[in-house]
Nanobody, 124 residues
């Protein structure tokens, strides 16, 4: 599986962005998917995860109520809708895929596949 993230950009606080992660291969639906981010000088952190069927989602506390993760297995795509963006959301965002269950993503350190990052910058 190859992952290609896109949709980042420069926005003002309060605005929205939608990130997309396109996956190659015919086994996309067998993978739980997640989004992570890494700000300059900080460690990579978990943002959101979704189960292989899309029925379960998980979020870090700082984005709950603002971000929504979803997936379209027919299009091999996972999305991250980001609303009410804050300057502290500024980071490089990465998508990841793993055979393991999505509820493990917040604490998991290694994943089967990573996409390249997409920069999100939120100005105040």
């Amino acid at each position: 599986v190859q992952l290609q993230a896109s949709g980042g950009g420069l926005v003002q606080a309060g605005e929205s962005l939608r990130l997309s992660c396109a996956a190659s291969g015919r086994t996309f639906s067998r993978y739980a998917m997640g989004w992570f981010r890494q700000a300059p000088g900080k460690e990579r952190e978990f943002v959101a995860a979704i189960s292989w069927g899309g029925g379960s989602t998980y979020y870090t506390d700082s984005v709950k109520g603002r971000f929504t993760i979803s997936r379209d297995n027919a299009k091999n795509t996972v999305l991250l809708q980001m609303n009410s963006l804050k300057p502290q959301d500024t980071a490089v965002y990465y998508c990841a895929a793993d055979h393991g269950p999505s509820y493990t993503f917040p604490r998991k350190k290694s994943f089967d596949y990573w996409g390249q990052g997409t920069q999100v910058t939120v100005s105040s």
